[in-house]
């Protein structure tokens, strides 16, 4: 049995982002390519998140840094707040995320919505606009911890803040 992507889509990971990360398939929707994105950092898989950008991101993106903070990181979940047509143009459109992980003990998240354009008909990451921001959980401090231990928030991670 496959292991579950770990976008979050409950699709095994070779029948979901495996399909554009592990065999060169195209991503057919800016969302398909941010969980792709998403997934390679949990995979620390820079090669392809490099592949899959244009423009400034491109231009600043050091490889040592963002595989650095992809190793450090303990990656737990990603949710999509909502998808964005740019209806001037079919070919920008954003996604709106939330990204969570552990990283020195303290879980984090990082808020952004992401400019994708189509290039050739090929979907790339372009910018990343407001939120964008990490910032501390506001989890009720009696609810199960976004690590997974099964602990209550307030005794686990919680009690670091």
Known sequence: MSLACPCGSQIPYLNCCGLYIEQ??????PEKL???RYTAYTKSNIAYIKATMRGNPLVHFDEVEVKNWANESKWINLEIIDTYPEFQHQDCQFVEFIASFELNGLIKFLHEKSEFRKYQGKWFYTEALEPRQARKPTLSRNRPCPCGSSKKYKSCHGRRD
């Open 24 to 29: 060169s398939q195209d991503a057919p929707t």
């Open 34 to 36: 941010m969980r792709s």
